[in-house]
Every structure is written in structure tokens, then in C-alpha cells.
């Protein structure tokens, strides 16, 4: 709940610069959404909304955009075509990204995993290793 509130936080700060004036809350809240789900899902930082123009960001925004232009482009359906198109280049390029961050979560975890495995071992008397309940 605490990732909730310190995005939320940093949203109305963005928003407070605007108070009483016509603005459109699409690109900010979203930005949010998008904080707020990979601190929660992935246990990582993005700041999106500190940053918007980061690879990552950027790369999640295109991907929407392309996917959606795909689905309602019956001849970019075959795989094989899509890739030979500037659209299936750009698909490409930022699934890496978004596979790279990712891939590189995923290894902080499991070295942070591995760590925190690795100081519950303790050994017994007989010279045999045990684990700690906590």
C-alpha cells in the first residue's frame, strides 16, 4: 500500500502545478499506473514519472502503439511480414528493451536471493549446515 501512496504523492505533485487550468490527466496517470505496477510487481523503481522519456517508458508506450496498429492491420498478421516492416523493426528493438530490464530484474533478484539464502545457513556442532527459521 506504501508504493500506492508514495506514487500517488508524487502524481499530486505533478498535478498541483496545474490547478485550475484545463489539462489532460491521460499521461500522467498512467505514468503512474506504470510506476505503481512494476514496484509492485517486480519489487524495482522506474520512475516514470520522473523520467518519461526513459528507454523503458518510451519503449512501453511505442510497444502499445505498434501492438494496437497491428491488431487492426489484418496484413501485419503473419509474423514473418511484420518483421520485414519499419513497424516490425521498431516491435523489435523495444521488446529487447523490455526484455533486457526484465532479464536484469530478474538476476538482481535472484542474486539478492542468493545472498540472503547464503547468511541463513549456519553451521551446527557436527559441522553440518542448518537453516534458521527466519
Known amino acids: ?6 506514487q500517488t504523492e508524487i502524481l499530486l505533485d505533478k498535478l498541483e502545478d496545474n490547478v485550475g487550468k484545463s489539462v ?13 505496477i512494476c514496484e509492485t510487481a517486480m519489487g524495482t523503481k522506474v520512475g516514470a514519472q520522473t ?7 518510451s519503449a512501453v508506450y511505442d510497444s502499445m502503439g505498434l501492438s494496437f496498429r497491428r491488431m487492426i492491420s ?10 520485414l516492416t519499419r513497424s516490425g523493426r521498431a516491435w523489435s528493438r523495444n521488446l ?10 530478474i538476476d538482481a533478484r535472484k542474486l539478492e536471493h ?21
Open 114 to 134: 542468493l545472498c540472503s539464502a547464503k547468511e541463513n545457513l549456519q553451521e551446527n556442532d557436527f559441522g553440518m549446515k542448518k537453516r534458521s527459521a527466519f
Open 96 to 105: 529487447k528493451i523490455l526484455k533486457d530490464f526484465t532479464r536484469n530484474v
Open 1 to 6: 500500500l506504501h508504493v500506492m501512496v508514495d
Open 51 to 57: 523520467d518519461s522519456k526513459s528507454p523503458y517508458v
Open 24 to 36: 489532460n490527466v491521460h499521461p500522467p496517470i498512467s505514468l503512474c499506473s506504470l510506476d505503481i
Open 74 to 83: 489484418p496484413w501485419l498478421y503473419n509474423d514473418t511480414v511484420y518483421s
